[in-house]
C-alpha cells in the first residue's frame, strides 16, 4: 500500500482540465483515486472514459462510481424508462460523444444498443466501478455515507452515489473521515463564487470543485496525518454560472 493518495473530484467530461490535474500525480508515490462522476454536461465524456479505464487497468488507479455513472448504466440496461432522466441530466453529451451522430431522430433503445455495440467494454467498466475506497482513517466515495444510521458502513447503494441530506449537514462522531464529491463546493460554503475544497471540520471533506460549471477541479494529496498538497485547475472556459443545478 503506497503512502500518499492522489485524489481527483468530478471530472464531468472536462478532458483538458482532466489531463492537467494528472500531470501532478506521482505515480510512483501515491495511490490515485477518481471520485466519479466522468461523463455528462462537459467537453469530451468518451475521452474521460477512455482515459480512467487506462488508469484503472494500467495504472492501478480507483476509479468510484458516481451518480452520472448510475445514470448512465440505468441508461445503457433500461433506455425506455430510464432516458429522460439522463437526458436531463447532461447524459446526451455523453451519448453522442461516444457515437458521433449526426442530426437525426434516433430512438433510446437504439441509441443504447449501438453504444454497447460499438464500445463493448464500457458497460462492463462501469459495472466494475466500486462505491467506496478506505485507505488508512479515511473513506472515499462519491456522494458520501448515511449518517443518520448507528453505523455508517450501513448506507445503501443508492446513499454512496447520490445521497446529500444525511451525510453533509450531519455531525460525524465516527473514526473517519469522508472525502467526497457529488456536492459542488460552493453549496456547501453557500456561495456561489467559491469553488475551494469544503472542510466541515468534523472528517467530512468535498472536493467537486463545480468543474464543468465554470469552477475548479481540484487535485488533491492526502497522507495519513491530513491534506498535504492541493492543485487546482480552473475552468478558463466561461464563467461561474449554473453552480446550483443538479451535478
Not at 161 to 167: A, K, N, Q, T
Not at 191 to 196: A, G, L
Request: aromatic residues 12%; charged residues 25%; contains cysteine.
Amino acid at each position: 500500500m503506497k503512502k500518499k493518495v492522489f485524489v481527483v473530484g468530478d471530472v464531468h467530461s472536462q478532458y483538458e482540465m482532466f489531463k492537467e490535474i494528472l500531470n501532478n500525480w506521482n505515480e510512483q508515490e501515491q495511490q490515485l483515486i477518481l471520485l466519479g462522476d466522468l461523463g455528462d454536461r462537459g467537453e469530451n465524456p468518451r475521452a474521460c472514459f477512455e482515459l480512467a479505464r487506462t488508469l484503472v487497468e494500467d495504472k492501478g488507479a480507483v476509479c468510484l462510481k458516481g451518480n452520472h455513472e448510475d445514470m448512465f448504466l440505468n441508461f445503457l440496461d433500461h433506455p425506455q424508462t430510464a432516458a429522460s432522466l439522463y437526458e436531463m441530466n447532461g447524459g446526451m453529451v455523453t451519448i453522442q460523444s461516444f457515437l458521433d451522430m449526426k442530426e437525426g431522430n434516433y430512438g433510446v433503445v437504439e441509441l443504447s444498443a449501438s453504444i454497447q455495440s460499438k464500445f463493448p467494454w464500457l458497460k462492463p467498466f462501469i459495472e466494475s466501478l466500486p462505491l467506496k475506497y478506505e485507505w488508512e482513517d479515511y473513506v472515499f466515495v462519491h456522494a458520501g455515507v448515511n449518517l443518520t444510521t448507528s453505523n455508517w458502513r450501513e448506507t445503501s447503494d443508492r446513499d454512496y452515489v447520490w445521497i446529500r441530506e444525511g451525510f453533509y449537514d450531519q455531525p460525524n462522531h465516527t473514526d473517519k473521515t469522508f472525502v467526497f464529491g457529488h456536492t459542488v463546493t460552493a453549496m456547501l460554503h453557500n456561495k456561489q463564487t467559491n469553488t475551494d475544497i469544503w472542510d466541515s471540520g468534523d472528517g467530512k471533506i468535498g472536493l467537486d470543485g463545480g468543474a464543468v460549471y465554470g469552477g475548479t477541479l481540484h487535485g488533491v494529496v492526502f497522507d495519513s496525518k491530513g491534506i498535504i498538497e492541493h492543485y487546482k485547475v480552473k475552468n478558463k472556459g466561461y464563467g461561474i454560472k449554473q453552480l446550483f443545478g443538479k451535478d
